[in-house]
């Protein structure tokens, strides 16, 4: 009797099983841009309430908005604390824990509200006639900071704003440029800086703390926050470039300026990047990450800890090999906490300042805006992972036990059949070990064949890790039942400073090859991976590479660009940050051709066979659209089987919801056309 109960119940749990896995089903454009997005996440002084934003996409209004919300980090309940039409984001908490300002397009121009977390309705509290990018508010309570862009030599804000309605009222359009930058990643500046803004928080009146004709915070090569006040508010340290050429300078420093005004004092000397200055809760010392090497936009972030007291500094990551990312203070200002991208992972460590011992806290998915709690006990930060959007988590530092606090998209990802990332490695052409990460595609059967979707990641210094992209998402390519395979190649993050170095001046040599070899391992040790069906596709740098792969013999069916460089001279003369090409190519091609053309795929398209799809978009100032005119051009001109997606309303990324639709639909309708003939 005992054994047909056995056989029941096993059978009653196989059928149960069946039936959930048959209820699942592949991911598609419709749920991708309905996962809810948490976005800042920011911890009252009391340690009581998580702020946090979360941004919904419409599809068919063909845009997004944000909201506020509130987690009570006793019960870990949610409420929703606004609730309009319009942007509502950036949070940031009175001294009291009881108010929280924001800024909101509710009205019409970003401005400043502040609610009760009590309820109620917001209330404006600025009528500035320019808009608010973003703020902070002192600890004391007394002022708000705010970043806001300006013509540097306007008289005030009303004379800036003004000078602004001038020229949109213009029949004239034309524009009179002096001098780089004068256009940046997806926009023109036309004249105008960043600068901060310190107002009471009695919102009477405000002034600009850092006047000048410069950017502050910079125009790249930003930390998470570029700009905050000291502990006892009687100073802000915020960051700058003062290099007369700032295109082909990676020179941002930190400075420090009364909160009153005054004249900026500079405190780091070095001529390479300084960026995000954190003050130690008991206003001792200020630590910022600092690059060693001027004009490299990669070098390693290091953490250096400055000395108000004696004006002394020391590195507290000399012999740690990985960037520092975001930094946090321990309550007791002893320890500090910071997260870095590890072989495929973003990683929590902590530090100690005594000892210089770093310990690593969480190690597992991709971990970012970290924020602890006022006794020092609970660190609470964002986790996600290649089949879970970003959700709030918390960990006991001392337990190390790890607790998930939202589930915003339980409900559509219990439908969703999305397999984990799995980790693989190969030796290279030269004996080197590179890493390499593959999805499965839903309902994976080993003893079947499934075609095999390459993916390359751009930067070149980037790092395809376990996160759910909203752009190149690795459920998207498996969905219709690709495996998926993303190799970090020589140049990547996470895999120590002296691999990433070994791109600059290679962009065609050490990293193909890599990727060369390592579709070679994944051919002959995944039994599952149909050999004669194999797409590749790739993005910025990983776009250049499927250009160049197009010039080369190569074994894929069909082959996605998207803004892919095609030609490095003509690149040159119309991108913006001058000090990037100048470093990986050795100087400008004026006076140092010869990287330029070694590396320029328009040398080799007399050898284009391969069916090519290339996508560009009119407003990307990074990788401008004649590179992907140019390639599209010497396809159609040497015969092979192409097509070019043009968007004349997006950037550098298709950031739009329909937009997006149209791009998955005709980048997986590409490759299943022709990975299938």
């Known amino acids: ?243 007369s050429l700032t295109a082909i300078s990676t020179n941002n420093d930190v400075f420090v300026v009364p909160v009153t005004g005054g004249e900026p004092k500079r405190l780091t000397p070095n001529p390479a990047t300084d960026n995000q200055p954190v003050y130690s809760p008991d206003g001792r010392y200020l630590a910022y990450r600092a690059m060693r090497r001027a004009g490299f936009e990669a070098d390693q972030y290091d953490l250096i800890l400055y000395d108000r007291k004696t004006g002394t500094r020391r590195n507290l990551t000399q012999g740690f090999d990985y960037d520092v990312g975001e930094v946090i203070w321990s309550p007791k200002s002893d320890k500090v906490y910071f997260n870095s991208k590890k072989k495929g992972r973003m990683v929590i460590f902590e530090l100690r300042l005594k000892t210089g011992e770093i310990r690593e806290l969480v190690s597992e998915h991709y971990n970012t805006s970290l924020t602890i709690s006022p006794d020092g006990r609970i660190l609470y930060f964002k986790q996600q992972a290649a089949d879970m959007p970003y959700e709030i988590f918390k960990l006991d530092i001392t337990s190390g036990k790890i607790q998930q606090l939202t589930f915003i998209n339980q409900k559509l990802l219990s439908q969703l059949m999305m397999n984990p990332v799995e980790d693989f490695w190969f030796t290279s052409f030269d004996g080197r070990k590179v890493h390499g990460l593959l999805v499965k595609p839903p309902f994976f059967d080993s003893s079947k064949k499934y075609p095999l979707i390459y993916l390359i990641h751009g930067g070149p210094q980037g790092m395809w890790s376990d996160n759910f992209h909203y752009r190149w998402n690795c459920q998207m390519f498996a969905s219709p039942g690709y495996v998926v395979a993303m190799v970090n190649f020589r140049g990547s993050k996470g895999y120590g400073q002296e691999f990433c170095d070994l791109v600059s001046k290679d962009w065609g040599g050490g990293p193909y090859q890599d990727l060369m070899v390592g579709l070679d391992y994944l051919l002959q040790n995944y039994d599952f991976i149909d050999k004669q069906r194999i797409a590749a596709a790739g993005a910025s740098y990983g776009g250049f590479m499927i250009n160049w792969i197009a010039g080369h013999t190569n074994p894929f069916k069909c082959l996605v660009s998207h803004d892919g460089v095609f030609d490095q001279i003509s690149m040159y003369g119309a991108t913006e940050e001058l000090w990037f090409p100048e470093w990986e190519f050795g100087g400008t091609p004026y006076e140092h051709p010869n990287l330029y053309e070694k590396w320029s795929p328009s040398r080799f398209a007399k050898n284009f066979k391969t069916p090519t799809l290339v996508i560009h978009s009119e407003n990307d100032f990074r990788v401008p659209v004649t590179q992907g005119f140019q390639m599209f051009t010497a396809l159609q001109r040497m015969g092979v089987p192409s097509k070019l997606l043009y968007f004349p309303d997006e950037d550098h990324f298709v950031n739009k919801p329909q937009n997006a639709r149209l791009w998955w639909k005709t980048v997986l309708g590409w490759i299943d056309e022709w990975i299938n003939k």
């Open 1 to 243: 009797m005992r054994q047909i109960f056995v056989f029941i119940a096993l059978l009653m749990s196989f059928v149960s099983t069946s039936v959930f896995a048959a209820a699942k089903r592949p991911i598609t454009i419709e749920d991708l841009w309905a996962m809810k997005r948490i976005g800042e996440i920011c911890l009252s002084p009391d340690g009581k309430w998580l702020a946090y934003t979360v941004t919904e996409y419409s599809m068919e209004q063909n845009k997004g908005n944000t909201d506020i919300w509130l987690l009570s980090t006793k019960d870990g309940t949610s409420i929703k604390l606004t609730n309009s039409p319009d942007y509502d984001g950036n949070p940031a908490w009175s001294a009291d824990s009881k108010k929280l300002a924001f800024v909101s397009t509710r009205d019409g121009n970003r401005q400043i509200y502040l609610i009760s977390i009590s309820g109620g309705e917001a209330r404006r509290l600025t009528n500035l006639p320019i808009g608010v990018h973003d703020i902070i508010w002192s600890p004391d309570g007394k002022y708000f900071a705010f970043t806001a862009s300006v013509y540097p030599n306007a008289k005030n804000l009303d004379e800036s704003a003004a000078w602004d309605a001038e020229k949109k009222s213009s029949q004239v359009k034309a524009k009179i440029i002096t001098r780089l930058f004068y256009r940046y990643w997806n926009r023109w500046l036309n004249d105008k800086r960043s600068h901060i803004f310190i107002m009471p928080a009695t919102a009477d009146t405000c002034w600009d703390i850092t006047s000048g004709d410069y950017d502050s915070p910079p125009l790249d090569l930003r930390g998470v926050q570029d700009y905050v006040f000291s502990p006892d508010a009687q100073e802000v340290s915020f960051v700058r470039n003062t290099d």
